[in-house]
């Protein structure tokens, strides 16, 4: 009986050349397999299984079996405000980020200690998103997370995305809707932003093949907890004030979000500024103020209800 080493030498010769096959017709396929190992290397191979295998030698890979694609990409159709940068005039958000050249062309919330499924092609924006004006304008990056159905606690598919002026969740070209990786199904859809509260949907959204749409800006969603946005003018929006990005915004106390602003401007002149992209920059507009007009300060006091400095607004996910 020959080996099944020798079985697939007969298929791949030694070089690692692999020659050309026959094209098949649809027909039923036995599923079959096997393995075999000799001179230091091995090789697995199947035939109908979902599942594949490599033979690596001499500089050489071959790949046997049936490749298993990467997922089935789902589109989100997802409508989300931001209330740091929301001008409720415009009834827009603005894009200072974007305009004063602040806004990095590569995702921020790998620091930030998010799983590395949060790329998923969602790394690094496209040539021509920051080219967008009007509501289409990108005002900053997002993060998207699939959550199990049965444990809200679970990530099943996540990405980084960019929200535009009139809040519309979309990928990195800065205008087509998300695509994320993920079978159809049920899943919490959560919605996080770097210095913004949390947001995901009380109860499991069914997301299908077609356009799945989600607007997070009219209460027409129940979310995980109440009070879960701030409502400006009948429109809700996600609370601005996690300076340290803990899930909660505190004006005093340890581990407040108030104390880093002052530290951001130097922790000895209110009055200074900082220009950046940086955490403590809570309304967007790329300048770190203390005091004063357009200052950050202020939105985190508003948040946690403006009466009471040591009130606490959290709302972490599982």
């Given at each position: 009986m020959?080996?099944?080493?020798?079985?697939?030498?007969?298929l791949f010769s030694a070089t690692g050349h692999v020659a050309l096959g026959q094209s098949l017709g649809t027909r039923a396929v036995v599923p079959a397999g096997g393995a075999g190992e000799g001179g230091g290397t091995s090789l697995g191979w199947s035939l109908g299984q979902p599942a594949s295998a490599t033979y690596a030698g001499g500089g050489a890979v071959v790949t046997a079996g049936v490749q298993q694609p990467e997922g089935i990409l789902l589109t989100l159709n997802i409508s989300a405000l931001l209330d740091g940068p929301y001008v409720p005039a415009a009834s827009l958000m603005h894009d200072s980020l974007r305009t004063r050249g602040l806004l990095p062309a590569n995702e921020p919330f790998t620091?930030?200690?998010?799983?590395?499924v949060g790329l998923q092609n969602g790394s690094a924006l496209g040539a021509s998103a920051l080219l967008h004006t009007g509501p289409n304008a990108v005002v900053d990056w997002v993060f998207l997370e699939l959550r199990g159905a049965d444990d809200n606690g679970r990530i099943d598919a996540a990405r980084a995305a960019v929200v535009q002026r009139d809040g519309d969740v979309v990928d990195m070209d800065g205008l087509s809707p998300v695509r994320i990786a993920a079978l159809p199904g049920n899943y919490h859809i959560a919605l996080l932003h770097r210095n913004h509260l949390p947001v995901m949907t009380l109860a499991p959204v069914a997301l299908g093949g077609g356009p799945n749409t989600l607007d997070l800006t009219d209460g027409s969603t129940a979310l995980h907890v109440p009070d879960a946005q701030r409502v400006r003018s009948g429109v809700r929006l996600l609370w601005v004030g996690d300076v340290n990005h803990n899930g909660a915004v505190k004006y005093a106390g340890s581990n407040n979000d108030r104390d880093p602003i002052l530290i951001a401007v130097g922790g000895t002149v209110p009055t200074a500024t900082v220009n950046g992209y940086l955490p403590t920059d809570v309304n967007l507009d790329g300048r770190v103020r203390y005091a004063g007009s357009a200052n950050d300060r202020d939105p985190v006091l508003q948040t946690i209800g403006g009466n009471v400095p040591t009130a606490v607004r959290a709302q972490p996910l599982p």
């Amino acid at each position: 009986m020959r080996s099944p080493l020798l079985l697939a030498v007969l298929l791949f010769s030694a070089t690692g050349h692999v020659a050309l096959g026959q094209s098949l017709g649809t027909r039923a396929v036995v599923p079959a397999g096997g393995a075999g190992e000799g001179g230091g290397t091995s090789l697995g191979w199947s035939l109908g299984q979902p599942a594949s295998a490599t033979y690596a030698g001499g500089g050489a890979v071959v790949t046997a079996g049936v490749q298993q694609p990467e997922g089935i990409l789902l589109t989100l159709n997802i409508s989300a405000l931001l209330d740091g940068p929301y001008v409720p005039a415009a009834s827009l958000m603005h894009d200072s980020l974007r305009t004063r050249g602040l806004l990095p062309a590569n995702e921020p919330f790998t620091a930030l200690g998010h799983p590395p499924v949060g790329l998923q092609n969602g790394s690094a924006l496209g040539a021509s998103a920051l080219l967008h004006t009007g509501p289409n304008a990108v005002v900053d990056w997002v993060f998207l997370e699939l959550r199990g159905a049965d444990d809200n606690g679970r990530i099943d598919a996540a990405r980084a995305a960019v929200v535009q002026r009139d809040g519309d969740v979309v990928d990195m070209d800065g205008l087509s809707p998300v695509r994320i990786a993920a079978l159809p199904g049920n899943y919490h859809i959560a919605l996080l932003h770097r210095n913004h509260l949390p947001v995901m949907t009380l109860a499991p959204v069914a997301l299908g093949g077609g356009p799945n749409t989600l607007d997070l800006t009219d209460g027409s969603t129940a979310l995980h907890v109440p009070d879960a946005q701030r409502v400006r003018s009948g429109v809700r929006l996600l609370w601005v004030g996690d300076v340290n990005h803990n899930g909660a915004v505190k004006y005093a106390g340890s581990n407040n979000d108030r104390d880093p602003i002052l530290i951001a401007v130097g922790g000895t002149v209110p009055t200074a500024t900082v220009n950046g992209y940086l955490p403590t920059d809570v309304n967007l507009d790329g300048r770190v103020r203390y005091a004063g007009s357009a200052n950050d300060r202020d939105p985190v006091l508003q948040t946690i209800g403006g009466n009471v400095p040591t009130a606490v607004r959290a709302q972490p996910l599982p």
